[in-house]
C-alpha cells in the first residue's frame, strides 16, 4: 500500500489554465504538507496543514490554494498558471507539528508551456 | 528564519570509499536533524536521523553527526555501493517554529563503479 500517494505524477497544461493536484495519505498522521521543488533541485515548503488547520504558508502566491478536506487529505489547487510554476510538488505528511520525519509522495512533475 | 547551508552541492566518490556531507544551520532552537536521501523520479526519503540531545548516531554504513556549540552536523557513508547515488538533502527542525523543516540545497553523490 502507498504510504503517500499523489495524482497525477506528471502535468503538462498551458499558461493561464487551472489545475489541481491531489494528495492522500494512509498512515494516519495529522500533518500534511506540500513542497516544491525547482529544477536546481531546491526543496520548499509551501504550506502544512495540522489537522484539517493551515499552519504555515510560506509567501506562496494566492494562486496557490490548498484544501485539506479531512486529515487524510490535502489537495493543491493552483490558479493561471505561470511558466515559473513549472516544477515538481511533492506532498509529505508527518506524526506531528514538530521534529518527526516526513514522509513523500512520488511528486508531481508539473510542466507550464 | 532558520537558514541551513550544505556542501558540497556535488560529490563523486569510488565505490568503496568513503563519502562526507556537511551542513551548518543558523537557528540555535534547531533540535531535530533528518537526512534524506532522494533517487532519481522518486521523493525524499528519510535515511538517518539525529536529536540535540545526542552526539552522534550510526545506523549500518551510514552515521551523523551533531556539532550543536558549532552549530553544524554531518552525514558520513562508508563503503559506498553504486545505488547510493542520489541527491541528499539535510534539514533543521526548529522547535520554536511548529511544523517546519528547512532544507539544504542538495548534494549530488555519484559513486563510481
Known amino acids: 500500500d502507498t504510504a503517500v500517494s499523489q495524482t497525477p505524477k506528471y502535468l503538462v497544461t498551458q499558461m493561464g489554465n487551472d489545475k489541481s493536484i491531489k494528495c492522500e495519505q494512509n498512515l494516519g498522521h495529522d500533518t500534511m504538507y506540500w513542497y516544491k521543488q525547482d529544477s536546481k533541485k531546491f526543496l520548499k515548503i509551501m504550506f502544512s496543514?495540522?489537522?484539517?488547520?493551515?499552519?504555515i504558508n510560506e509567501t506562496v502566491p494566492n494562486r496557490f490554494s490548498p484544501k485539506s478536506p479531512d486529515k487524510a487529505h490535502l489537495n493543491l489547487h493552483i490558479n493561471s498558471l505561470e511558466l515559473g510554476d513549472s516544477a515538481v510538488y511533492f506532498c509529505?505528511?508527518?506524526?506531528?507539528?514538530?521534529?518527526?520525519?516526513?514522509?513523500f509522495g512520488q511528486g508531481t512533475r508539473l510542466t507550464v508551456v | 528564519g532558520e537558514n541551513v547551508e550544505q556542501h558540497p552541492s556535488t560529490l563523486s566518490v569510488q565505490e568503496g570509499d568513503s563519502a562526507v556531507i556537511k551542513c551548518t544551520y543558523s537557528d540555535s532552537a534547531s533540535n531535530y536533524f533528518p537526512w534524506y536521501k532522494q533517487e532519481l523520479g522518486k521523493g525524499p526519503q528519510l535515511i538517518i536521523d539525529i536529536r540535540s540531545n545526542v552526539g552522534e548516531k550510526k545506523d549500518q554504513r551510514i552515521a551523523v553527526t551533531l556539532n550543536k556549540t558549532a552549530k553544524h552536523f554531518s552525514l558520513h557513508i562508508t563503503e559506498t555501493q553504486p545505488e547510493d547515488s542520489a541527491v541528499y538533502f539535510c534539514?533543521?527542525?526548529?522547535?520554536?517554529?511548529?511544523?517546519?523543516?528547512?532544507f539544504g540545497d542538495g548534494t549530488t553523490l555519484t559513486v563510481k563503479p
Open positions: 496543514y495540522n489537522n484539517k488547520e493551515l499552519i
Open positions: 509529505a505528511s508527518g506524526k506531528g507539528l514538530r521534529d518527526t520525519e516526513a514522509f
Open positions: 534539514a533543521a527542525s526548529p522547535n520554536t517554529n511548529a511544523g517546519k523543516s528547512t
